[in-house]
């Protein structure tokens, strides 16, 4: 299964951290991509790698740097230890003026201290996956940027079969017009991988608190309510023969491993 990833930090590559998306207000629209990985950290080391990308957020803080980020914790449904940390774009040209960490931490505290820094936090990382999503604003839900007051998302990450991909993305867009008939998603936002795993759709909801999940409808019975049974059981059966692998989980905004640009919403609170 491959689940979404998001651009970690602290990754032991040169890995360019771009112009990331400011916290905006509801209604703005998503990036057109993110460059994402996922970083599973080794038993025990919790604690030394969050004080690393603590590291690189007051480095990027003290020498100005443009880019910006949000950070996530894998919460219910995923392996332990994944910290995820998303940087957006919307152009690749963007990608070239990217600032690599190593370059951060350097002019932050040195070349001496920057590269002790980045060899400890290098150390304390198992894994990493990396990959590109662009936004496919034809099949989300009153697509909205990431609002950081929202806390939370609910992921979907499904792995379609090659030669089902139409079919899929048919059902998903049956699936949006009765998830649009309904107020009880206030954004569904809906993404494909065009680096890294193949046929990789990807689903985000955000949610502040988990009392909200109580009223979102089950798609099943939403699907049953808007085309009737029969039609209902035809799309069901079209999504299982065109699903390869798919997983559900929880990510949790982590504020403190962020650095996350101030917005009109923002600015307010």
Do not use: C
């Amino acid at each position: 299964m491959h689940r979404l990833t998001a651009l970690a930090l602290s990754v032991p590559l040169l890995l360019g951290l771009p112009r990331a998306a400011t916290a905006q207000s509801p209604g703005a629209k998503p990036s057109e991509y993110l460059y994402i990985v996922t970083i599973t950290v080794k038993a025990g080391a919790v604690p030394a790698y969050e004080s690393f990308t603590k590291k690189i957020v007051a480095g990027a803080e003290k020498i100005g740097a443009a880019q910006h980020w949000t950070a996530w914790m894998v919460n219910i449904g995923g392996p332990g230890r994944t910290f995820d940390i998303v940087l957006p774009f919307d152009k690749w040209s963007e990608v070239d003026g990217w600032t690599f960490v190593p370059q951060i931490l350097t002019k932050a505290y040195g070349e001496a201290e920057g590269r002790r820094i980045m060899a400890a936090g290098s150390a304390t990382i198992e894994h990493q996956e990396t990959s590109v999503l662009r936004l496919l604003p034809g099949l989300s839900v009153r697509p909205d940027a990431f609002n950081p007051r929202a806390g939370y998302i609910h992921l979907f990450v499904t792995e379609v079969e090659p030669g089902m991909v139409p079919a899929w993305e048919a059902y998903i867009a049956k699936l949006k017009a009765a998830q649009e008939k309904t107020t009880q998603f206030t954004s569904v936002v809906r993404r494909v991988s065009v680096l890294g795993s193949s046929n990789t759709y990807a689903t985000a909801i955000p949610f502040s608190k988990f009392a909200e999940r109580d009223s979102w409808p089950v798609n099943d019975e939403l699907m049953e309510s808007t085309y009737g049974k029969a039609q209902a059981d035809s799309l069901d059966g079209v999504r299982l023969r065109a699903t390869r692998n798919a997983r559900q989980m929880v990510l949790m905004l982590r504020p403190e491993l962020s650095r996350m640009r101030a917005g009109p919403a923002e600015a307010s609170r």
